[in-house]
Nanobody
Framework: QVELVESGGGLVQAGGSLRLSCASSGPIFSAYVMAWFRQAPGKEREFVAGISGSGSSTSYADSVKGRFTISRDNAKDTASLQMNSLKPEETAVYYC????????????????WGQGSQVTVSS
């Protein structure tokens, strides 16, 4: 069983930056693809970014390319999401997720989820 715990959310002004972290407990962290999703009120959960187990491959939603960076530290069993130039419409609960499967963007492909971290971007 894998437990994921997010941290680092909060309130930031438009154009500002935040860094989210996800700590994982469970066996062989490097065997899991890690990803970040977000869900705004009244909207479906959407893929933001993902990273392969080795960290050699990453994937981003078009809306965040060039502004967000996903990374992982397999020695510390953690994944992070650096978010720059944040926009008010990116206000959402951000979730960390993991899977032993492929690096894909579908919610249903991920087996383990964190509790979510609120990110609020003020205009």
């Amino acid at each position: 069983q894998v437990e994921l715990v997010e941290s680092g959310g909060g309130l930031v002004q438009a154009g500002g930056s935040l860094r989210l972290s996800c700590a994982s407990s469970g066996p062989i962290f490097s065997a899991y693809v890690m990803a970040w999703f977000r869900q705004a009120p009244g909207k479906e959960r959407e893929f933001v970014a993902g990273i392969s187990g080795s960290g050699s491959s990453t994937s981003y939603a078009d809306s965040v390319k060039g502004r967000f960076t996903i990374s992982r530290d397999n020695a510390k069993d953690t994944a992070s999401l650096q978010m720059n130039s944040l926009k008010p419409e990116e206000t959402a609960v951000y979730y960390c997720a993991s899977t032993c499967g492929r690096l894909v963007g579908q919610v249903e492909r991920f087996d383990f989820w964190g509790q979510g971290s609120q990110v609020t971007v003020s205009s």
